[in-house]
């Protein structure tokens, strides 16, 4: 069965078998049979063709969405994915939709989320003015610990705009009660996105792009674990950062 997702994209970016195939390192015969015969890449593969023809690689690889099953080492812990790669965003999505009390987003971008689901404002809004409070940190592009990440992760300049770009997009919900927009200057070790009583958590390694870093899904069981501790980190941070003004 032929690949019409991964056709579309490749026609619409101009794309080859033979570009696409010296793009990630594989084979131009590789890339034909994704297309042609419906093969599925292994995951590292996949993320880098997605990423290389900018569509999200869980819409042109579907089977590669499914869970892996963490081992009860926590009563908080629901589950551990091996790299933010094997969560779809609908996970995001999902987990923002269900909270009714509070949201918070501690990132240094995190652009993938428009990116891959441009309804965010509209459903972060929506989250508001049903009553829910929404906190949202992304970095401080002149911010010399987020320059440093961009240095470490090979991006260079990259993240600097990245995190400029997230602003942008993010801004226009300023006007919307209960929403606020703050960029931080911190050295991150893991992104923080919180709805209500449960959170996933990005963590940060050295050198790694946060994609192919591990997170965790952690539901709150009670005080002072795991979920308790990294909403302490995102209270500090906050406390620390700079509200973003409206755009004139």
């Known amino acids: 069965m032929r690949n019409e997702r991964l056709r579309a994209a490749m026609t619409a970016g101009g794309w080859t078998h033979a570009s696409l195939a010296a793009k990630v390192d594989v084979d131009p015969k590789s890339v034909e049979r994704w297309a042609n015969l419906g093969r599925t890449p292994h995951r590292g593969t996949a993320v880098r063709a997605a990423e290389a023809m900018g569509e999200d690689v869980f819409a042109l690889w579907p089977e590669l969405t499914q869970a892996r099953a963490a081992r009860a080492v926590s009563p908080e812990l629901v589950a551990l994915y091996s790299q933010r790669a094997d969560l779809p965003v609908s996970a995001f999505v999902d987990l923002f939709a269900q909270a009714s009390q509070r949201i918070d987003i501690l990132v240094y971008a995190a652009v993938f989320l428009h990116e891959a689901y441009p309804r965010l404002n509209d459903l972060l809004s929506e989250r508001a003015a049903e009553g829910c409070t929404i906190r949202i940190a992304v970095g401080d592009a002149d911010s010399p610990n987020v320059q440093q990440r961009g240095q470490e992760e090979k991006f260079g300049h990259g993240i600097e705009s990245r995190c400029q770009l997230a602003v942008m997009h ?46 965790w899904h952690l539901r709150r069981h009670g005080n002072g674990g795991m979920f308790d501790s990294y909403t302490e980190s995102f209270h500090a941070v906050w406390a620390a950062a700079t509200p973003v003004r409206k755009a004139k």
């Open 170 to 215: 993010y801004r226009p919900l300023l006007s919307t009660p209960g929403i606020e927009l703050r960029t931080h200057d911190t050295t991150l070790y893991n992104s923080i996105y919180r709805a209500d009583d449960q959170m996933l958590v990005n963590a940060h390694m050295w050198g790694v792009n946060a994609y192919r870093a591990p997170v």
